[in-house]
T-cell receptor, first 114, second 110 residues
Framework: DVKVTQSSRYLVKRTGEKVFLECVQD?????MFWYRQDPGLGLRLIYF???????EKGDIPEGYSVSREKKERFSLILESASTNQTSMYLC?????????????FGPGTRLTVT | GIQVEQSPPDLILQEGANSTLRCNFS?????LQWFHQNPWGQLINLFY???GTKQNGRLSATTVATERYSLLYISSSQTTDSGVYFC????????????FGTGTRLLVSP
């Protein structure tokens, strides 16, 4: 079974703090993704990575950065957390092989910025 | 951009009832996934189905890509089926982007 894990289920941070969200997958997937989920707005793609040290902006990258130093790990960084970044953050991974691109999600991190 | 609409938005069922959830999309897609989001927020993969029909226990899904819709069938529903069901389509925009539907919130009462 594919397993995607995230470092925290719940996180509370103060405005202005630097926040790291970690995601690890154990299936040697090339692609990894970060989404945020908000009521009424659904799931939106923040960033994704298709290889180590490679990254691409998604639909809402402002205020975020990412790091992928190892194939299995993809980090989302909030350089200076703000209250409008309070959200549910979901990490996903997928293979990049022919037509097989099924995405698998981690359990999510509920981040509250006060 | 592509629009992905799900219906109904909300559904309340008695345990043991059957239901059909629908997903309509406005453009051609490479693939489609169905997810169940449980009350703790985790997205559980149900089906990866570009076309045709697949079955997994009490759940089955059918995608008719030429007519741009997919259906998720839940038979003999159980309280553990409660949660939000999402369809998501794969767009080939140079990378594999998932566009999520609006979701169907299902409540199964005992």
């Amino acid at each position: 079974d594919v397993k995607v894990t995230q470092s925290s289920r719940y996180l509370v941070k103060r405005t202005g703090e630097k926040v790291f969200l970690e995601c690890v997958q154990d299936m040697d997937h090339e692609n990894m993704f970060w989404y945020r989920q908000d009521p009424g707005l659904g799931l939106r793609l923040i960033y994704f990575s298709y290889d180590v040290k490679m990254k691409e902006k998604g639909d809402i990258p402002e205020g975020y950065s990412v790091s992928r130093e190892k194939k299995e790990r993809f980090s989302l960084i909030l350089e200076s957390a703000s209250t409008n970044q309070t959200s549910m953050y979901l990490c996903a991974s997928s293979l990049d092989y022919r037509d097989s691109h099924e995405q698998y999600f981690g359990p999510g991190t509920r981040l509250t910025v006060t | 951009g592509i629009q992905v609409e799900q219906s109904p938005p909300d559904l309340i069922l008695q345990e043991g009832a059957n239901s059909t959830l629908r997903c309509n999309f406005s453009d051609s897609v490479n693939n489609l996934q169905w997810f169940h989001q449980n009350p703790w927020g985790q997205l559980i993969n149900l089906f990866y189905i570009p076309s045709g029909t697949k079955q997994n226990g009490r759940l089955s899904a059918t995608t008719v890509a030429t007519e741009r819709y997919s259906l998720l069938y839940i038979s003999s529903s159980q309280t553990t089926d409660s949660g939000v069901y999402f369809c998501a389509v794969h767009m080939n925009t140079g990378f594999q982007k998932l566009v999520f539907g609006t979701g169907t919130r299902l409540l199964v009462s005992p």
